[in-house]
């Protein structure tokens, strides 16, 4: 905590330059521009020292998970495979379940928290304005922004367990834990971004006898679009990862489920954890070299490589989807 | 807006659909098999099936859901493999129809089970056994393949830290042929909650109590060496330095040099049908509670030759009866299959384990016959 | 004719005017309702976390002291006790990895935002966009199989040239799966959070003081320090917050590096010294009976409190500083 106090507060309290602090002076001159020099070098020397562990940690994924993707391990679940032998249809098995469930889980996800989040954030702005409530809200929004991904687990876990019974494992249960982890970023988000909309516009709109309604719907939102579009898939990016949340309450399976409600789904992340869990497969002493017994820790960092392709897919799918959308409003 | 939200909304739907079209293919099995029918409809069973429970189980229950398939193809069976505790859990509110199990069920669950079992109480039934391994990592020693011996009292001594350095007397001495390094000793256990653990320190307990002092349970109890999540975190981390020892299933130990234990007046060296041994030479325990229990009293004192008597013996717990008559169907085909010497020989090839000795088949197979089918 | 095509466009004209109010209302409401959920929402995490352990807190004391001696191997049988260093551990992860990557990141959002040329920045931005979605599992991966055998020598260097500082006293633990290098993992994790917040803070700093303080002849290191880094003290701390709150919450990484131990050390090279309520809970989750996941679920609330509070005080100082 106490680390926070120090660094970027400094010295200035004050937004207004000190201009004493720039009377020349021989001296001064030479000693504030080789301070000038040295923090430009370390500037730049934090940001290679940053990458040596990212570079380190995507080469590691690509390295280890480019061995084992191909199009049979994105097409296969992991049925009928057994220690480290291929499986009667070839290949190793692979996480076509993990991707489905990942990709409905975070759909589900989407859909709880992003209308909500978005009309949270039009009420903050467009009604409550300053409001004691407005206030309130947001400072809690802040606060949830903070709550650990195991507790949204633990909540969601708790909230079915009471609802429906304790031992419940779905789909949509992971759903309900990973949205309460992208709420307060997609109300955070699109608070800003609704703030940004000129006021002139909403007037404009109210003058022509438009209904506050519509004018939010149709020209608030709508020009605020793209900078909601790129907050609600950086929220999707933050949770698309989580696993021990989904761990507790989406399950796993070998199989593939596509029933959001019912039944066990295996995401991306568990299935990685899972995998390296088994960390080796046994082969029978009769096995032949196509039993492998390195192969659970080799679809551990495919099924990793795989994830990080879908994030990145979705972060440029964002990016277009708002430069789309930003080119149609200023027709 | 309205109209984009409506056309997008569409969009999802057919991609929901698209997805679910895709549902079927992804498995790895041979479009059909001809199967051989087997005895009362267990061919004809048809649904799905869901177990959960014990971690260590997860690759045999894949082998055998896998052999099971052959047997009734048109079932589907699931397990998570979410712990023991979890399985249990799930078992005592009725949504799986039998949870694996590192440990047998206490009184109180069998209590419980009568809540959900159409008649009678919940009972278990030994399914897997697996050699716990101690395995090291030692330049030298497990490099060359080589054993180091040791009894219980010495292996007792180094998890508890009154051992620290390998070349101790207490190791030398058992090891005369060995060129043992002045190293120091890291030890590895479980991090987590886990019958391994319950298993290896009561094996401990049992044999040499005076170097034991700690209570018997599932976390480790003292702060010696380092704690890994897992199986594979407890392989990965002996793996990671010279002069670790941990203990881990046999099936995960790989290339890790691997103690022999002091049974009798030999050293037996780890192997599947030495663990099958001592179950053999172990009683089963007529003192729990309920019908129909299997639950074995493992005799780590044994004396018998070539037994290697630390093994963990994992459970499936079922019902005698259900309320739904095609679950019991399913409960009576599966263990029937799983405690077969087929499904027994899937399970070793698949994940190492040691087959259950013959003694205890008759037993088992009275116990399987109480599930009331029809 | 006329009249009557009046009165009925006049009377569509009402009707759509109604329409509008209603559809006004409806989406004021919903909009109202959305806010109030929030709140709500809050409040249902915590009243369920709280029916969910209620029978470890209120049950009887017997049981629930059988159940955490079974957690810790018979060293603690009382809540408190057992609450106590998983708290510390927690905190001290979390705000080790804050120290370590607050100074980093806020280096490289000013790089990016100050430095950088604009299109190597807007390659850079993507890069840190992505790091930020890396899945905490593969961090895990990566922490235990790559950077634990690699950080040996290194800690190893430190435990023997600066041991005599406490908190580097060692022997360093081989492997050293420690809080050293679990706080280090977590640095690098919530280093794109902190350093993507922080540089969108400092690419809003007002231009015009920045060429007010260029004009007045103050260097870029000067006109960052008078004119960005003030601007961007808010943003500054609430991308902390929010990198705090993801490493004290942050589960399969510790769970997957981290030596568990339970005690209240600062030892931060030796193994089995602390553990965190998050991976505590993941490692015992699996096992426990119902009860067991009471107490789980109750240490989980606790770490809720913690975060809640630390964030909601975090909050009332900047708003206070800003205002």
Not at chain 1, 300 to 326: E, F, M, P, Q, T
Not at chain 3, 95 to 113: D, H, Q, T
Not at chain 3, 168 to 194: D, E, K, Q, S
Not at chain 3, 246 to 253: F, K, Q, S
Request: aromatic share 8%; net charge neutral; charged share 15%.
């Amino acid at each position: 905590m106490t680390t926070i106090d120090h660094g970027a507060l400094l010295d200035t309290q004050h937004m207004i330059p000190d201009i004493d602090a720039f009377k020349t002076s021989r001296s001064t001159a030479k000693a504030r521009a080789r301070k000038d020099q040295i923090m430009r070098v370390l500037f730049t020397a934090t940001f290679v020292v940053a990458t040596i562990p990212l570079v380190s940690l995507l080469w590691t994924t690509v390295a280890n998970g480019a061995k084992r993707l191909n199009v049979g391990f994105l097409t296969h679940n992991m049925t009928g495979v057994i220690g480290g032998n291929p499986t009667v249809v070839g290949g190793y098995g692979g996480v076509l379940h993990a991707i489905i469930g990942t990709l409905e889980i975070t759909l589900g996800a989407m859909a709880i928290s992003i209308p909500i989040g978005v009309m949270c954030a039009v009420y903050l702005i467009e009604y409550a304005k300053d409001g004691r409530l407005a206030k309130t809200i947001r400072l809690l929004v802040d606060v949830m922004s903070g709550i650990p991904s195991i507790v949204a687990g633990l909540f969601a876990l708790s909230l079915f367990a009471i609802v429906c019974g304790p031992g419940t494992f779905n789909g949509v249960e992971g759903s309900v834990a990973l949205a309460l982890l992208m709420l307060p970023t997609v109300c955070k988000s699109s608070e800003e971004m609704l703030r940004i909309v000129p006021n002139e516009l909403r007037e404009a709109s109210l003058a022509l006898g438009v209904t506050k309604q519509r004018t939010i719907t149709k020209v608030v939102l709508r020009t605020a679009l793209p900078g909601i579009v790129s907050g609600s898939i950086l929220a999707v990016a933050r949770v698309i990862g989580e696993t021990a949340p989904l761990l507790m309450t989406a399950g796993y399976i070998v199989s593939t489920n596509v029933n959001l409600f019912s039944g066990q789904m295996t995401t991306l992340p568990v299935y990685v954890y899972q995998e390296y869990s088994k960390l080796t497969a046994n082969c029978p002493p009769n096995a032949g070299a196509s039993c492998v017994t390195t192969i659970p820790m080799e679809r551990a960092w495919s099924a990793a490589l795989v994830l990080i392709v879908i994030v990145l897919v979705l972060n440029l799918i964002g990016r277009l989807v708002a430069k789309i959308c930003s080119v149609s409003t200023e027709r | 807006m309205n109209n984009h939200m409506v056309t997008r909304s569409l969009a999802a739907v057919c991609g929901v659909g698209l997805l679910a079209s895709l549902a079927a293919c992804g498995d790895n099995t041979a479009a059909s098999e001809s199967t051989s029918a087997t005895k009362d409809g267990v061919a004809s069973l048809t649904g799905e099936y869901a177990g959960a429970g014990a971690s260590s189980q997860q690759t045999a229950v894949e082998a055998w859901i896998e052999g099971f398939r052959s047997q009734a193809p048109n079932a589907t069976v699931a397990y998570n493999p979410s712990g023991s505790g979890a399985g249990v859990s799930t078992f005592l509110t009725g949504s799986t129809v039998w949870a694996g199990s590192d440990k047998a069920l206490s009184a109180e669950e069998v209590e419980r089970s009568k809540s959900v079992c159409a008649s009678g109480t919940a009972f278990d039934v030994p399914v897997y056994v697996s050699p716990i391994a101690v395995a090291f990592n030692l330049d030298g020693i497990s490099t060359a393949g080589k054993h180091v011996n040791m009894d219980a009292a010495t292996i007792a001594k180094v998890f508890n830290g009154e051992i620290t350095r390998w070349n101790d007397p207490a190791i030398t001495e058992q090891n005369p042929g060995l060129d043992l390094p002045n190293l120091t000793i890291t030890v590895v256990h479980r991090s987590d909650k886990s019958g391994t653990t319950l298993n290896f320190v009561s094996y401990l307990k049992d044999v040499a109590p005076s170097a034991w002092p700690h209570d018997l349970s599932e976390n480790w109890p003292n702060e010696v060496g380092q704690g890994a999540k897992g199986t594979s975190g407890v392989v990965s981390t002996i793996k990671q330095a010279n002069g670790t020892i941990g203990y881990a299933d046999f099936s995960q130990v790989g290339d890790l040099g691997t103690v022999a234990v002091k049974v009798g007046g030999d050293y037996t060296p780890i192997s599947a049908s030495a663990a099958s041994k001592v179950i053999a030479d172990s009683p089963v325990d007529t003192s729990v509670d309920g019908d129909n229990r299997i639950v074995v009293d493992i005799n780590h004192k044994t004396a018998a030759t070539g037994a290697y008597p630390i093994v963990l013996v994992s459970y499936d717990i079922v019902c005698p009866a259900y309320k739904e008559s095609k679950d019991a169907t399913f409960a009576k085909a599966w263990l029937t299959y799983v405690t077969s010497a087929e499904g027994q020989k899937a399970a070793q090839d698949a994940a190492g384990t040691a087959p259950l000795p013959s003694n205890l088949a008759g037993k088992i197979t009275a116990s399987i016959d109480q599930i009331k089918v029809g | 004719m006329t009249s009557t095509t009046r009165t009925s466009e006049r009377h569509n004209d009402a009707l759509r005017r109604a329409n509008g109010a209603m559809a006004d209302r409806l989406f004021k409401g919903a909009a109202y309702g959305s806010g109030l959920l929030i709140l709500g929402l809050l409040a249902a995490v915590a009243v369920f976390l709280l029916m969910r352990a209620w029978p470890a807190v209120a049950g009887p004391r017997s049981a629930t002291q059988e159940v955490i001696a079974s957690f810790t191997g018979g060293r603690f049988d009382s809540f408190v006790h057992y609450v106590g260093p998983l708290l510390f551990g927690s905190v001290l992860v979390a705000a080790l990895a804050l120290a370590i990557a607050f100074f980093v990141s806020i280096g490289i959002a000013i790089f990016i935002s100050q430095y950088a040329p604009r299109r190597l920045a807007a390659g850079l931005n993507t890069v840190v966009d992505l790091l930020a979605a890396i899945p905490s599992v593969v961090y895990g991966l990566w922490g235990a199989l790559v950077l634990v055998p690699a950080t040996y020598p290194f800690w190893d260097w430190t435990a023997q040239h600066l041991g005599w500082i406490p908190l580097f006293a060692g022997p360093a633990a081989n492997p050293p799966r420690t809080v050293a290098t679990v706080a280090l993992v977590l640095a690098v994790m919530i280093l794109p959070i902190i350093t993507s917040m922080t540089r969108d803070v400092f690419m809003q700093a007002p231009w015009l003081h920045q060429e007010a303080a260029l004009a007045l002849g103050a260097t870029k290191w000067e006109t960052i320090k008078l004119a960005v880094l003030p601007f961007g003290r808010s943003g500054i701390i609430s991308a902390s917050m929010l990198g705090l709150g993801r490493a004290l919450g942050e589960t399969m990484a510790v769970l997957m590096i981290l030596s568990p131990g339970f005690g209240y050390s600062f030892n931060l090279l030796e193994a089995s010294k602390d553990q965190t309520i998050a991976a505590n809970i993941a490692a015992q989750y699996a096992e426990a009976n119902n009860l067991g996941v009471s107490v789980l679920i109750a240490t989980g609330l606790v770490l809720f409190a913690i975060t809640f509070g630390v964030n909601y005080a975090a909050r009332r100082l900047t708003r206070k500083a800003t205002l």
